[in-house]
């Protein structure tokens, strides 16, 4: 029992590790899977704490793995680890019936499951948490009391400053289809024999005052004593979808731009807001004052945004505004206003309103002569912060190890 133990502590540690750092990597990402649940359970006047739980339930995962894995706090992650099973082993089975939101987003968008695939593993991990559960009392600590929680507040502290760098700079890991190298007409393209959507079509005919449904098998081709009334199309499964999907430009005259932005052989910079009245207005008159040298110098720049045609007019000022879906704009870039630099339809570089490059580095651009693409200028803090807390873990986890064999 002791080994079936130790094993489950370690299948629940990395699971619960992996869980938390996936998520961390995407701050805005748990924030719009909150979002839905909110939306599904007609709870949306919680939605201002979207954020808030993306950042607490993702360091909280994050904690209880490392209680599992180097067993430090090991009585706190365990409680911590089982009630959260027994909040999400039920939710998740309501989500498998009803599917209000068709991923659950356990593990952010590094992974997708289906619902009954998320209830099965839940059920593992709630009987993995149970056992270990069981055996709590058999634990004991590795330093003194203190000192386990000083570290784990330490660590805490530090995997927040993560999720925060990941917030401001953008994710570390991008885990959606408009990556830096990706050539976004590559992605909408259907694969020729991929399975296409499946839908079942049903005819409502009435005659002598009385409706049936039939379908296209079985209806009332040949008898016109059987009168029309409607038809019902159904979608019975999903098939293959493109990486991006969804990728389409509109100016504000309804003009389709999207081929023509694609094919530009020049570069094209996108700076990209959801709703332009939710972004702050220094980093949007930052980004203004950028289109416009753009323009000077003959690079072309568009402003991507999901903003409502009346409260549009507010922020017309002469540049290329395009009205594109919100969500897509969610899925190309976790910031407002974020920017998106394209040549031959190939993303080149990617940025958050506090990352972008001063307008004059886009001299080298505009003249033609090739520059090396400046990314984002956060991959020092968050790549230490994350090492840091890793190597912390693989150290006091070969502590354990050392305890479990060699100390009786």
């Not at 938390?20 to 990597?25: E, L, M, Q």
């Not at 409680?79 to 593990?107: E, K, Q, R, Y």
């Not at 330490?154 to 990706?182: E, H, M, Q």
Request: glycine share 8%; with cysteine; charged share 15%.
């Amino acid at each position: 029992m002791k080994i079936l133990r130790y094993s489950g502590r370690i299948i629940l540690g990395l699971v619960f590790i992996f869980s938390g750092i996936v998520k961390a990597v995407d701050p805005l990402g748990s924030a719009y899977k909150f979002h839905d649940y909110f939306v599904a359970f007609n709870m949306a006047w919680l939605d201002w704490l979207s954020l808030p739980l993306g950042i607490l339930l993702c360091t909280t995962e994050f904690i209880a793995g490392f209680a599992m894995i180097t067993g430090i706090r090991l009585k706190t992650g365990t409680w911590i680890i089982l009630l959260l099973m027994l909040v999400f082993t039920p939710l998740t089975f309501v989500l498998a019936l009803t599917n209000p939101v068709s991923d659950c987003g356990c593990f952010g968008d590094a992974v997708h499951l289906t619902n009954w695939q998320t209830f099965w593993k839940n059920v593992i991990m709630i009987i993995l948490a149970v056992i270990i559960f069981t055996g709590r009392k058999q634990v004991t600590n590795i330093f003194r009391s203190s000192s386990e929680w000083i570290i784990t507040g330490s660590l805490a502290i530090i995997f927040i400053l993560f999720c925060l760098g990941n917030l401001r700079f953008l994710p570390a890991i991008d885990f959606l289809p408009y990556k830096t190298g990706v050539k976004i007409a590559d992605q909408m393209v259907i694969p020729e024999g991929a399975e296409p959507d499946k839908y079942i079509s049903t005819f409502i005919y009435e005659k002598d005052g009385e409706q049936r449904e039939f379908t296209l098998e079985n209806y009332p081709a040949d008898d016109t004593s059987w009168l029309f009334v409607d038809q019902k199309t159904v979608l019975l499964k999903k098939g293959y979808q493109p990486p991006v999907h969804d990728f389409s430009l509109t100016d504000i005259n309804g003009v389709d731009l999207t081929n023509q932005i694609l094919a530009d052989d020049g570069y094209s910079l996108f700076m990209i807001s959801g709703k332009l009245n939710e972004a702050d207005s220094s980093h949007l008159s930052e980004g203004f004052d950028i289109g416009r040298y753009m323009n000077e110098t003959g690079i072309s720049f568009y402003i991507l945004t999901a903003t409502s045609s009346d409260d549009l007019q507010n922020y017309l000022n002469g540049l290329n505004f395009c009205t594109v879906d919100e969500i897509t704009l969610k899925t190309m870039i976790r910031a407002n206003p974020g920017y998106m630099l394209l040549k031959e339809g190939v993303i080149q570089g990617k940025w958050s309103w506090a990352t972008l490059p001063q307008k004059e580095w886009f001299i080298s651009l505009g003249s033609g002569k090739e520059s090396e693409i400046k990314n984002n200028a956060r991959a020092s803090f968050i790549v230490l912060t994350l090492s840091g807390s890793l190597l912390l873990i693989l150290l006091i986890f070969g502590i354990n190890i050392y305890k479990f064999f060699f100390i009786k």
